[in-house]
């Protein structure tokens, strides 16, 4: 009974001696390989969330999770690099907080009426980031609805800066508009 109030406490380390071969014997030895082998289960989970948080906290993409009420529930590191923030600062915050007002609307309704009613569907977004200096920025945010996975519960959005693609695309509008001037002119 002690040991198994030790083990039910989380000392998975504790084993029973195995004085006899009788029943009770054979209990402890059962016993021993149970905790033996829920020590070895943790251990794994441990390395395995261990694996996982260090994949999200070193990538250079900004991840986070969404709950259905629009609020911010988790914000990776990169937060820092990309928008000028601390996860701290952002997490409990509405995602609107930080959309420029004029994108607003536009992913609200994509929001509440395509992410929130179609679950696993990857559906990129772009729109301009507040950073912490007060300027914006151009990003794609690809949602994916993983409300019914209990480990998430939340929308999970993978938040790429993409402002350098948008003043190259400008640049080629430019480019070419006055490609298509000179070609009238002649």
Known sequence: TQAANLVAGGDLKHRLPVPTQDELGVLAQSFNAMTGRLQSAYQQLRSSEEHFRLLIENASDLISIVNPDGILAYVSPAV????????????????????????????????????????????????????????????????????????????????????????AENQIRALNAELEERVSER
């Open 80 to 167: 820092s690099h990309l928008l000028g923030f601390y996860p701290s600062e952002l997490v409990g915050k509405d995602l609107s907080e930080i959309i420029h007002p004029d994108d607003r609307q536009r992913i609200q309704d994509l929001f509440s009426g395509v992410l929130l009613k179609q679950p696993g569907i990857s559906m990129p977004i772009e729109t301009r980031l507040l950073r912490q200096d007060g300027s914006f920025s151009d990003f794609e945010m690809v949602g994916n609805n993983r409300l019914a996975d209990e480990a998430v519960q939340g929308i999970i959005f993978v938040v790429r800066e993409i402002s350098e693609r948008k003043r």
